[in-house]
């Protein structure tokens, strides 16, 4: 089939990402060469998978818990049959997986420290593969009251062998455990205490026991929803809301309100300190905000912007730096500065200025130090992408046809040499010269590992020269078998490849 192009993505991010994370989540798309359209949170568009369950409830209000790899969101939701309003949203972008993963970690390397006297911390590859088993062990106790870790030579001549329970697994991460509810606590607070009619589960961390069972506890023994899968809940709700905004025929018409995660304070330079934007307001949103000079004849008002939830403004991210400039000279006050600060669908901020006493919005800019890169910058890293697409096209070109040499030496063994009933029916002669040529190209392949495309194709059509230069002896049928079988054998390695 011919493939298919896409005109506009919609992309999922963690709810609790801020300002700067989702515009550059944009800038990535764009320098991909995609068109980000809409921007949605994992959480909201794990609920809006919901309506093709139809043992969920079409009324009440949803809890969606999501513990990732790398990132913990939890969002209550209010469902109206196909109609979604995130209530409240919470969470840390830094908690996930691979934290349980490094508190082990630590446990493990302090143990064989212990053990052998030996520390492994500045070893990348000792650190490397401890990682990976500690992620297979991880994922074992999800199941499994024990699992032990076996690894030979594993730094200095030593071997590691060490066993861990579920019990030390929890012992080890229980501040983070802790963590996680008193999130949960503040989301419900947040929605006013709430209580949830359905809870549903979303990243691979959610199967930690541990998790299931302080989730149960505290919301009375109620179970997680069935039927949903962790994994793909986010993309499948991502690619419904996708299908209904193209228009796609037959999409379920699932409309999404959500909200602005992160409270927005603004603060001039005279430290005054004043809420643009309220966390867990429904999204788009606008405020306006009239600013003023504080000196005769001032021509730039400067202000930042914090986005974040602490008290002490100084302690939240701080998204920009920003100054109206080209403010017409006249006395202290007079000056009437209207800012409307708007925070589109995809919880990005957006800024436009007016000065009220002329109208005028086009003699006031707005400059900014925020991360944000120029249409220039943002053509230029594009055209980078594809100069660099076009280097790895050319890279994988060599490895795509060095494969298909390789396959083939496999297919003509096992089906010209290794097999005898085929075997017989080749002659002494012509049974050796094929054994000559695959043994040549074996060896040419070792002489050469970093041969480019060309020769290898010239080595695969000489091998297959060879070998059709005996084929036409042995009949139409059993070419045709032969053929049939060199394909079913190249299908299968590829595949396990």
């Known amino acids: ?257 959500d909200i602005n995660p992160l409270r927005m304070d603004i603060q001039t330079v005279n430290g005054e300190v004043t809420e643009i934007i309220q966390c867990n307001r429904i999204i788009p949103t606008k405020k306006i905000q009239v600013f003023s000079t504080s000196n005769d004849n001032q021509q730039t008002i400067p202000f930042q912007i914090f986005e974040g939830e602490n008290q002490n403004i100084r302690d939240n991210h701080v998204l920009g730096k920003f100054e109206l400039n080209g403010i017409p000279p006249a006395p202290q006050g007079i000056p009437q500065i209207e800012v409307t600060f708007l925070i589109d669908v995809n919880g990005i901020l957006n800024m436009t200025a007016e000065d009220k006493r002329t109208t005028n919005s086009n003699n006031i800019i707005i400059n900014s130090n925020r991360n944000r890169l120029s249409s220039e910058e943002i053509n230029f890293m594009t055209k980078d992408s594809k100069k660099l697409a076009d280097k790895d096209k050319k890279l994988k070109e060599p490895v795509d046809v060095k494969n298909e040499l390789e396959l083939y030496i496999y297919s003509l063994k096992i089906e010209l040499i290794d097999n005898e009933k085929l075997g017989e029916k080749l002659s002494t002669d012509d049974k050796t010269k094929i054994e000559t040529a695959i043994e040549e190209k074996i060896k040419w392949l070792e002489l050469h590992p970093d041969a480019d495309a060309d020769d290898l194709k010239n080595h695969i059509n000489e091998l297959k020269g060879i070998v059709m230069s005996v084929l036409p002896y042995l009949g139409y049928d059993f070419i045709y078998f032969f053929f049939f079988s060199c394909f079913i054998i190249s299908f299968f390695c590829r595949f396990l490849y």
């Open 1 to 257: 089939p011919d493939p298919v192009t896409m005109e506009m993505q919609l992309s999922t991010v963690p709810a609790y990402f801020n300002n700067a994370q989702r515009q550059a989540t944009i800038y990535a798309g764009t320098i991909a060469g995609l068109n980000i359209i809409r921007i949605i949170n994992e959480t909201t568009a794990a609920a809006a998978c919901l309506p093709t369950l139809n043992m969920t409830k079409k009324e009440g209000n949803i809890l969606v818990f999501h513990l990732g790899g790398g990132t913990f969101d939890i969002s209550l939701i209010k469902r109206q049959n196909d109609i979604f309003q995130v209530i409240a949203t919470i969470g840390n972008t830094n908690l996930g997986g691979k934290d349980f993963n490094h508190r082990v970690m630590k446990y493990l390397i302090k143990l064989f420290k212990n053990k052998t006297g030996k520390d492994i911390r500045n070893d990348n590859q000792a650190i490397q593969t401890l990682r990976f088993e500690v992620e297979k062990i991880k994922r074992i106790l999800s199941s499994e009251y024990e699992a032990k870790i076996e690894i030979e030579s594993f730094f200095d001549n030593e071997n590691f062998s060490e066993k861990l329970t579920r019990a030390k697994f929890e012992e080890l991460n229980l501040d983070l455990f802790r963590l996680i509810m008193q999130l949960v606590e503040k989301l419900l607070d947040d929605a006013k205490r709430l209580t949830a009619d359905e809870i549903v589960f979303i990243g691979g961390s959610t199967r930690i026991p541990k998790i299931q069972q302080l989730i149960k506890q505290r919301f009375y023994g109620k179970e997680p929803l069935d039927g949903i899968n962790v994994d793909t809940a986010a993309v499948y709700g991502a690619a419904l809301q996708a299908g209904f905004l193209s228009g796609a025929k037959n999409a379920p018409a699932i409309i999404l309100f």
